[in-house]
Nanobody, 119 residues
Framework: HLVESGGGLVQTGGSLRLSCAASGSFASIKGMGWYRQAPGKQRELVATIASGGSINYAGSFGVRFTISRDNAKNTVFLQMNALNVEDTAVYYC???????????????WGQGTQVTVSS
């Protein structure tokens, strides 16, 4: 239901922009967000954005990262600047959505996109 793109290899100090497009199978999407999981670590929240535009960044991610959303295209973006080696991780897109208008809201995950920052 979610397809991520934009990951890759970048040098320290570089930038990447991740995209996550939700398929047309959703009747509605509530919040969308980004998580990441570094090798040997637990998955952690990076940022979320509600359908109305409210944004929440975990910790200090908001200093270098910017989350945005195109509701018309059901797409969420993550602009990452001043990347460092500690940002190396698999980045996962998350969406809270309904497949039918009156159905339950479930959390859906993308397959993940690898971001590798070299020193």
């Amino acid at each position: 239901h979610l397809v991520e793109s934009g990951g890759g290899l970048v040098q320290t100090g570089g930038s990447l922009r991740l995209s996550c497009a939700a398929s047309g199978s959703f009747a509605s999407i509530k919040g969308m967000g980004w998580y990441r999981q570094a090798p040997g670590k637990q998955r952690e929240l990076v940022a979320t954005i509600a359908s109305g535009g409210s944004i929440n960044y975990a910790g200090s991610f908001g200093v270098r990262f910017t989350i945005s959303r195109d509701n018309a295209k059901n797409t969420v973006f993550l602009q990452m600047n001043a990347l460092n080696v500690e940002d190396t991780a698999v980045y996962y897109c998350n969406a809270l959505g309904q497949l039918v208008p009156t159905g339950p809201v479930y959390a859906y995950w993308g397959q993940g996109t690898q971001v590798t920052v070299s020193s």
